[in-house]
């Protein structure tokens, strides 16, 4: 075990104990020689004294270390689901796009690769959808660690609350889009609708990289802070 020598505690216990163990004054002979024990009395106690300490900083030590591996951890699991989310919710909704544009294609003209387009993207769609919720759990579980582990602030619960339902943003945008294609989808006009597709994915890009992936990259950074 490895004392801290100038630690403002256990230095002056220390001294006081070395003195106490040096300073023994020479006594008559066949005297008694009580400052020889209460010396040797006072070092057992300080010795115990120190020990209990030490045993004590020791445990505060391996608690501390303990408590930054498990926030290094829960930061580690939170950059990597960063990337499942992102590639989750982008890959659903380009889905998504896909389905409806090639719906108005087939409606404006029925065809076999029309038709077989339209039933996959949505098929990936649905499936896409349902991981993600698997995903969007995940995180909810690395939140609550981020509770457990982290000191609570204001500025903590705002970060968090930014990040705080993926399936809600994914159902959000379709219901923005759909507001988008009603009058497209009267109009039956392909142009209008290819230029929707390509709007909707800038659309999408833009919210993939401004509330998701900023959202978790500043949660992320208020985390590091509190690592180091």
């Not at 039933?119 to 995903?135: D, G, I, N």
């Not at 919210?207 to 990259?217: G, R, S, T």
């Amino acid at each position: 075990m490895v004392l801290n020598l100038t630690d403002p505690i256990l230095n002056p216990i220390l001294n006081a104990s070395i003195n106490a163990t040096i300073y023994q004054p020479s006594q008559p002979s066949g005297g008694f020689d009580w400052m020889t024990s209460f010396s040797s009395l006072l070092g057992v106690i300080v010795g115990g004294f120190v020990t209990y300490y030490a045993s004590i900083k020791l445990e505060e030590k391996k608690f501390e270390i303990n408590e930054r591996a498990k926030r290094r951890e829960t930061y580690s699991r939170l950059r990597g689901v960063k990337s499942s989310l992102t590639e989750h919710v982008s890959s659903c909704l380009q889905e998504y796009i896909l389905s409806r544009e090639y719906t108005i294609f087939n409606d404006i003209e029925p065809t076999k690769e029309n038709y077989e387009e339209r039933e996959r993207a949505w098929k990936e769609h649905q499936k896409l959808k349902l991981e993600l919720s698997k995903v969007n759990q995940n995180f909810h579980e690395i939140v609550s660690q981020i509770y457990g582990q982290f000191p609570e602030s204001a500025d903590l619960n705002a970060k968090i609350k930014s990040t705080e339902n993926f399936d809600d943003l994914v159902n959000s945008f379709i219901d923005k889009e759909e507001n988008e294609l009603t009058s497209i989808t009267e109009s039956k006009d392909k142009k209008k609708t290819k230029d929707w597709a390509d709007s909707a994915l800038q659309r999408l890009n833009s919210l993939v990289k401004d509330q998701i992936e900023h959202n978790i990259d500043e949660l992320s950074n208020h985390l590091l802070q509190q690592i180091k």
